[in-house]
């Protein structure tokens, strides 16, 4: 795979005005930390981690490794070191990996950890990928789009994701190779083997691992007791709801400066976990109450309850940042738009909790493409950034060249003669006036049918071409949507070394959209 190409991400319009305004911005902007280089240490030096933190985390990682047959990770004794920190990227639990962009976010993990690395002998840095197996919305990870047809996760399980068994995965797995066929390739023997596995989180840990390998990536499931034992604190106070007014003030700040608001947090922003259960807990009065539940319960007992059960607490998407900084010596986070975006709007939520803060830095993107078909698409004189225009606009533009017929200038000269018709015949007759405007507004619109007629000619002329165009288009923009958040990897490798190729080659610092060309 190379890169042919590559187009700044702010000049396409498929992120939000806040994403774009810190992209762009420098770094006195308000919301949110840009990765800077030139800053890694002075975050470093802001990023408290005490040992016996990074001793409970690496033990932590020790046992869910070796819950599922596994041995940890190189990097997980690592970091025991007071010099080693993370990076950190994650995602839902979606069906055999989901979309392309999951990869990538992971692909840029990796890359900037060794580039980070590379330029700073004095301390390690490590990949992370942070499962979401608390997520419960199971309609949102079980299918997956490939070579045009879908494959979907049949099941009636409830509650976290990564609880539930692997059952009806194998039934999605057989629909999967019924796709693929041969074009499977090293994917087949990776999920047999990570379908070995009891549930979903311990699954897709072997399967990350079977494409990525164990050398640099960590993968944390933070449904762990001893991990959220360190979240209780956090979980204490907001029982006090004390991340409700930071983050409704920041909304003001951005609502009042045009920007979209990404979340609108609760009073209360954390669950309570069952085995099939994901309820939300609630104030009523002076007591707490757990959604679908009859219990009510005193401030002293719920908050003995957090105590003495730390892994039934979960925090939702406005805490789950706070965890995840909570738990790991945590210096970047690297994401997509929107999840930037919703970072941003965080930076007093962990004043609030005085934890702290890490740069933030927007993942790769790629849109893939065969050679064979970009060199089509320069053949008929686009360029790269064309690829994501709208496609009747690309047709016009490519028709309006082929046009030899050029009725414009002649149409032009028309209107501009009744014009001059219309100065002299007002100057005789002040009534003719609307006459020969009438005249002049019909003799336009037969100009206009004229020229419409000749447009469908020039279409038809160059159907091939048009064809063409749209064919591309919808390589790109598969249904209107951007081919990372609708493709899968299946689509366009079955190789784990163009897997690795792949993650030599990426750069997610420039912030740019890269035209990635396959040779098959």
């Not at 420098?26 to 002075?42: A, C, T």
């Not at 399980?157 to 999967?176: H, N, P």
């Not at 206009?448 to 591309?472: A, E, F, S």
Request: with cysteine.
């Amino acid at each position: 795979m190379n890169i042919m190409g590559k187009i700044p991400l702010v000049e396409l319009d498929f992120l939000s005005k806040i994403t774009k305004d810190f992209l762009i911005g420098e770094n006195r902007f308000p919301f949110g930390k840009r990765f800077d280089k030139e800053e890694i240490q002075s975050s470093i030096g802001e990023c408290k981690f005490n040992q016996d933190r990074r001793l409970s985390l690496t033990e932590s990682l020790r046992q869910q490794y070796v819950n599922c047959g596994m041995e940890p990770a190189n990097g997980v004794f690592k970091l025991t070191s007071k010099n080693t920190f993370t990076i950190t990227t994650g995602h839902q639990l979606c069906l055999f990996g989901g979309p392309l962009f999951v990869f990538y976010k992971i692909a840029s993990t990796i890359s900037l950890t060794r580039k980070l690395n590379k330029e700073n002998p004095s301390f390690q840095f490590i990949p992370v990928f942070w499962m979401a197996t608390e997520d419960h919305d199971f309609e949102e990870v079980s299918a997956l789009n490939v070579a045009g047809e879908k494959v979907s996760w049949i099941s009636d399980q409830e509650g976290c994701v990564g609880r539930m068994s692997v059952d009806g995965l194998k039934e999605a797995f057989l629909s999967l190779k019924n796709v693929l066929g041969s074009r499977i390739g090293e994917f087949n023997e990776i999920i047999e083997k990570a379908l070995l596995q009891e549930n979903v989180s311990d699954f897709y840990r072997v399967f990350l691992h079977g494409i990525f390998g164990v050398d640099e990536l960590v993968i944390i499931d933070p449904d762990d007791r001893n991990l959220k034992s360190a979240f209780t604190d956090v979980a204490l106070l907001e029982l006090n709801g004390c991340s409700k007014n930071a983050l409704d003030k920041t909304n003001l700040e951005l609502d009042n400066l045009g920007y979209h608001i990404q979340v609108k947090g609760r009073e209360i922003n954390l669950f309570w976990l069952e085995s099939n259960s994901r309820s939300r807990i609630m104030r009523d009065g002076e007591n707490f109450i757990i959604v679908g539940t009859e219990k009510k319960y005193t401030k002293k007992e719920f908050e003995q309850l957090v105590l003495d059960f730390p892994e039934k607490i979960s925090p939702n998407v406005v805490l789950r940042p706070v965890y995840q900084q909570q738990i790991l010596p945590n210096i970047i986070t690297v994401g997509g738009g929107g999840e930037l975006a919703y970072w941003m709007q965080l930076n007093r939520v962990f004043q609030e909790f005085d934890v702290f803060y890490p740069m933030l830095q927007m993942r790769s993107s790629h849109t893939m493409l065969n050679e064979k078909w970009i060199n089509k698409w320069l053949k008929m004189e686009f360029d790269l950034p064309s690829l994501f225009l709208p496609p009747e606009l690309l047709k016009n533009q490519f028709v309006a060249r082929e046009n030899v017929i050029d009725i414009d200038s002649e149409t032009l000269k028309i209107i501009n003669a009744f014009d001059e018709i219309s100065v002299k015949v007002v100057q005789f007759e002040q009534s003719l006036e609307a006459m020969v405007g009438a005249e002049k507004r019909k003799v336009e619109k037969q100009l206009v049918g004229l020229n419409k007629r000749l447009l469908r000619l020039l279409k038809n002329k160059n159907k091939d071409d048009l064809n063409r165009i749209d064919r591309i288009i919808q390589m790109v923009r598969p249904e209107g949507i951007l081919q990372e958040r609708y493709n899968s990897i299946y689509d366009f490798t079955s190789c784990i070394e163009e897997v690795k190729d792949f993650v030599n080659r990426n750069d997610p610092t420039d912030n740019t959209m890269k035209v990635t060309i396959r040779s098959s």
